[in-house]
């Protein structure tokens, strides 16, 4: 390992937890085991990812702390007052424009119209999409529309952040593109995040704690803090010390099926 | 940022920094450049469809050697039927008051059928017994024969405006209520999901996620209710003889004497050809509401 330990520490521990899963556990009512015996805390200014093979339950971790669907014993507590969720899919409504679905969030929990206008034009700033508010999704790049679902997400200012791997279905060069972003909105917001993805590189670039999923019945089978600083430049992919985590945690999913 | 393209605009050029293309890009060009490629064929058909009215009248003209029961030629229903333009008694002038009556009426059903249907496919969307409850009579009120109910509809409704405003409405609903129905379970899941993380009311999901994702399908419903209300005014005129008369009791009428019944021929044409307006103006309206997002809406041409 070439980092040094001591520059290691990732910014967590700052508060207390604001996510929190104690043996939580989730068997569907058709007798599906998803989950088993799941524990972990996600404080302010932690992003933590969960990599995964697919089907293994993550998506179910992040619906039960979203309070989606409600899991079957075990404690989970977060603070639903202020969530922030991005989908599998940008989930924009077609017949809004950008600006109006940057609203959307903000105006169901019932903010004030110009309030809301006004964080929406600054979280599409934020996200770089200045000049596309007029448009309608349908206009849109698969990269523009997950932005698109951001800036939704940011209008709110959730103390805690969860992605469904949001990034999932776009390409590689867009979907490094959107991390190196998704670093500097981590940077500048300081949620507590809670990343499900299944690519390794992705969950190690963007994390302060990477957690490794079993096959379902998902169980935590690696836990790794990431021991590098709060800024992840680009290349950083290109540094042995990323390559060598990605190797070991390769070779915990190799057992995990 | 490597965008090669040429045809993308500068505009998106300079803002597109995530590398990819706009779907936008994709124009739709080309297909209808050349716009004789549109109306020929049909114009083609046109013609075949005049050449057989012309046998056929030929045909009938020559056995009976007389016009009793003669099918006019088409040049006789122009001439005799539509050019006494502007004649108080004969020709487009009066039938155009008829017809007056029929469009009042068809949008008056129609407006009925809409306003009906959507509170209908609504209340069904809201609860499944409320759909289960109603869905068979939804479709008892398409399949019944409507020329079978209507000495029943006569005892309840009279036979002036109310009724035949009852015929049009009892044709035009049901394709209303199950497309409405049909777009508003059709919202996306995800969608769903996200208006019951933001706490969002049933009242909420209602009117910002499941109506205005019906609308397509709604308006799906609405243009084949057209056809069906146009028919509703028709057949009413045929079977009710009291009230304001529309197009269909014109023809009725011209149908009696051979010698008007050119006349017949152009009320005919005129209740057809006011079919196909109200369906051209309905997918225009359409069209217009819903091509920012739908990918049904084309710019058509």
Known sequence: MMTDPGTAAPTSGSGAPRLKFQNVSMVFPDGTHA???VSFNVAPGEFVTVVGPSGCGKSTLLRIASGLTPHTSGVCEVDRGSIGYVFQDATLLPWRTVQRNVELNAELHGMPKAERQAKATDAIKLVNLVGHEKKFPKQLSGGMKMRTSLARSLVLNPKVFLFDEPFGALDEITREFLNDELIRLFQHEQFAGLFITHSISEAVFLSTRVLVMSARPGRIIGDYQVPFGADRPHDLRFDPAFAELCGRISNDLKDAH | MAMTTQHVPSFEAALTDDGEDPV???ERTGK??????NFVPP?????VFLGIWYAYSGLRYDIAAQRINALPFPHEVIRDGFLPLWDENNGLRPALGYL??????????LGVSIVLGVMIAVVMNLSKSAERAIFPYAVVAQTVPILAILPLLTQVFGEKFMVRLVVIVLIAIFPVITNTLFGLQSA?????????????SRWTRLWKLELP???PALMTGVRIASGGAVIGAVVADFFFTRGEKGIGFFIRVKQQRASERPEMFMGTILASMFGVVMFLVIGYITNRAIRNWHDSARDRT
């Not at chain 2, 114009?43 to 013609?47: I, Q, R, S």
């Not at chain 2, 996306?188 to 933001?198: A, E, G, I, Q, S």
């Open chain 1, 35 to 37: 989950l088993d015996d």
């Open chain 2, 24 to 26: 936008r890009t994709i």
């Open chain 2, 32 to 37: 209808s450049r050349n716009p004789l490629r």
């Open chain 2, 43 to 47: 114009f083609l058909m046109f013609l």
């Open chain 2, 100 to 109: 007056w009556v029929t469009l009042i009426g068809t949008l008056t059903g």
């Open chain 2, 188 to 200: 996306d899941r995800l969608h769903h999901d996200l208006f019951t993380l933001n706490k969002a």
């Open chain 2, 213 to 215: 994702g019906a609308v």
